[in-house]
């Protein structure tokens, strides 16, 4: 190198200014920026279901009935047939999907290996938790409503319909993550297949499972268009979840939020904060599971 | 097979060199009176408890170890050792089936276990593993606990007697050596064990299914020395009820433990550039260290390769 | 080999079955239980096409082809849904594109920029926005956000009168429910599962490729133009067609804001219907025809939704068999 100095040379190591460092400034706001854009409809919808929410409600709105006719004002009544409705319908309808769906995702990927049949059922899986839950009223509604009348079990089979490939998509994800050094010192000690995967496989994924299934519960419960056309409007509670119509929470905010009266708007609020109350409650049980069975895995 | 007139030193001296590739070992004893168990044989003879007869195991069309022949005998210690990828640990996992779980796997060739073909169609690898267990390179404790996990085989068995599964487990811990140490917090998890714990652990699980043969891949690789050494005490004590073949990778391992010793290598395709393992030399261990036949032999437990 | 004399090895505790047996019952029923479990996600979807279509099958025969006509008009017996299938386009697109550039902001954000104690709270913020039932969205949107939205509709309006591509799209006539509103609120409910998507896809650029731009001097923003984007172009495709096909589906918000009129106007600020929305309203009074007509509308959005869904799931999958390296 002709010219070389005896001192060393000056070595800028600052950011490199101009349009690179700006575009790089500029595109992380930007991504910020987004994050906030979610923060705040999120923040002005829970705010507002609270504030215009609380004041109504008190134990007689929850328990109490009937259910008032959107025209009466508020204080009227009760939702405790909504309530209990949510709570009837979903149970059921969790009690139906969970086996169900744990077993098929078990087959997925215990049984499924690489075959072309588990590869298949499992994107059919996955294309089944597109379908909008609307379809699943109709469904129901016709193979089911238009023989056997309204009830909440007709509803209870469209969420059950809902719930399945969300607990056979999460389950699967959790089956899958069980080290397979777990199955090996099973099949060693002489155990069958089934014998393994019961015992050993399923215990040990058990707390993912859980916490999959209540964020599926989370969503049934919050969901109207299936009830729509199979449980009917009943007014008072019902306890028979087989026969009768029924109703439920996302129901009653449903009709009263189409209504312009006053009373109606403030049973709905009511019903709003008791349904988004019970749907956190739910998520905040999974987030618990998750990190308490997160101690027990290596 | 082997003819009774090498039962003589000067008929082992007359075994060519180019016999390598075949079972070294001396020939069947005479036979044994019936449901009588052998005394500590000397080294060689005993019942032959695996007859592995020109076996090679594929795993699709991929020829992973070729042309193995060896003869694994009772109440003894045998080492497969060798350079990774010669195939040891492949053997040693297709004696008691557990290659069934791999797709696309392979055997060809004779296995068998007390005369009886390992690979027959009418034999369940379910009922082979409850004769052969195994125990892993890394600890794989189930997260139960630690009674648990010792009472899971004798529980899947149809064991459900509380006393007989206390007897159970604590005769296992004891063999494993590991009772004192947790017989105050059989209730805890499984996973809080340190790992020569946990080792152990899983050990005890394999012995209380009173196994006929304990297989070992590489047990005490994942362990500490002071581990290491409480692992090879048990396989000494225990060898009197049980047959072991242990894969190490460890030669000081070999000749502290086994009474015979079997030697792998890689046979390297220069066309296709693929890796397939063979049976090199098989011998009482004494015998494969101080004095192999085989160069190849001789170069790794030498230290000049591997 | 037959001069060894078979010693008994010592019975397996419990056991004194021979090596050989058959395979037990319990096992091989278990394995048909859960194959069973499987197959009925296959006979669920067949089932809902086959009754679904049965009881639109009056419908398809009488409209025929004049169901992709815009003529709803229940009263006289006439069922063209053009009206509800272009709501159904034009809110998803309107959802899809307020929510991608917010949902991979956030995603690259997580990814990128965050470090990982920090993405623990952010994930959970975004997942709350799943939460929220389609309802609650709803009575909030209808009650709160189109009063409000409707200010600012009818400032907008006043200002864009008589523009050339603006006026037609923002201009009169412009209600607080409408199709922009639908739009919005779309918006909101479908970023939590584009964005998680899209955090999956960048997941799965090799870390390799990052630290080569990095290495070369590269800015953040230079490295996810360079690196991030071209390996995650076809999943972040799959994640926005997902986005698009949950907008179209979305039932009970978009019922209660949209407007209720089965309308097509270029005018994003007015009143509109879609697929979903117009089952769920009119259902409960229909009868005959009128039924069979909106049975019909479900088969179309059921086909739509699985078309939709299924070139996406294959996007997303393509993708994520490249990392395997397959």
Known sequence: MAGVSAEPRQVDLREPAGWRRTKNRLATWLMVLSFVLVIIPLGFVLVTVIAKGASSINWAFLTGGPVPPVVAPAGVGGLGPAVLGTIEITAVATVMAVPLGVLAAIYLSEYGGRNWLAAFIGFLADVMTGVPSIIMGLFIFTIWVLHFGLSGFAGSLALGCLMLPIVIRSSYEILRLVPNSLREGSYALGATKSRVTVTVVLPAAIGGIVSGVLLAVARAAGETAPLLFCIGAAETANANVFSGADTALPLQIFSNASQPYVGAAERGWGAALTLIAICFILMIAARLVTARFARYSH | ?306 | MSTVTRVDPASPAGSTRPLSQRRPLGDRTFQLLALGCGLLVLVILVLIAVTTSQQASSWFSNEGLKIFTNNWNPGANQFGVLAFIYGTAITAIIAVILSVPVSLGIALLLTEVVPYRWSRPIVYVVDLLAVVPSVVWGLWGILVFAPWLQKIYTDIAGGVDGVPVLGPLFGQPVSGASFFTAGIILAFMITPIVTSLSREVIATVPAIDKEGAYALGATRWEMIRGAVWPHSQAGVVGAVLLGLGRAMGETIAVALVIGSSPEITSHLFAPGYNLPAGIANLFGEASGEFRAALMGMGVLLFVITIIINVIARGAVQRNARRKRGA
């Open chain 2, 1 to 306: 097979m082997e003819n009774p007139e090498q039962n003589t030193l000067a008929g082992l001296e007359a075994i060519p060199e180019s016999a390598t590739r075949q079972n070294v070992a001396l020939p069947e004893p005479a036979a044994i009176a019936e449901g009588e168990r052998a005394a500590q044989p000397a080294a060689g003879t005993g019942v032959p408890i695996f007859e592995v007869n020109g076996t090679s195991i594929y795993y699709g069309s991929f020829r992973a170890v070729t042309n193995v022949s060896l003869t694994i005998y009772e109440h003894q210690i045998t080492a497969f050792i060798g350079p990774s990828g010669c195939g040891k640990t492949t053997v040693l996992r297709t004696l008691n089936r557990m290659n069934d779980l791999v797709v696309g796997a392979r055997v060809e060739g004779d296995v068998s276990y007390r005369g009886e073909n390992l690979y027959a169609r009418n034999v369940s690898a379910i009922a082979v593993r409850r004769r052969i267990g195994m125990v892993f390179q890394k600890p794989n404790p189930f997260p139960k606990s630690i009674y648990d996990n010792v009472a899971y085989g004798p529980r899947i068995n149809g064991i459900r007697n509380k006393s007989e599964l206390n007897e159970i487990v604590e005769r296992s811990l004891r063999q494993a050596a590991l009772w004192d140490e947790v017989k105050n917090r059989l209730g805890n998890s499984a996973l809080g064990l340190s790992g020569g714990q946990a080792q152990r652990l899983c050990i005890a699980r394999t012995l209380a299914v009173e196994p006929d043969v304990v297989l070992m891949d590489e047990p005490a690789s994942a362990l500490d020395p002071i581990a290491t050494g409480a692992i090879e005490d048990l396989m000494k004590e225990i060898k009197d009820k049980y047959t072991i073949v242990i894969v190490t990778h460890n030669m000081q391992q070999a000749t502290r433990v086994s009474d015979r010793t079997a030697f792998f290598s890689v046979l390297i395709n220069p066309e296709s550039d693929t890796r397939t393992g063979t049976l090199v030399e098989y011998a009482p261990t004494e015998r494969l260290f101080g004095d192999p036949q085989d160069d190849r032999t001789k170069a790794y437990v030498t230290g000049r390769m591997g």
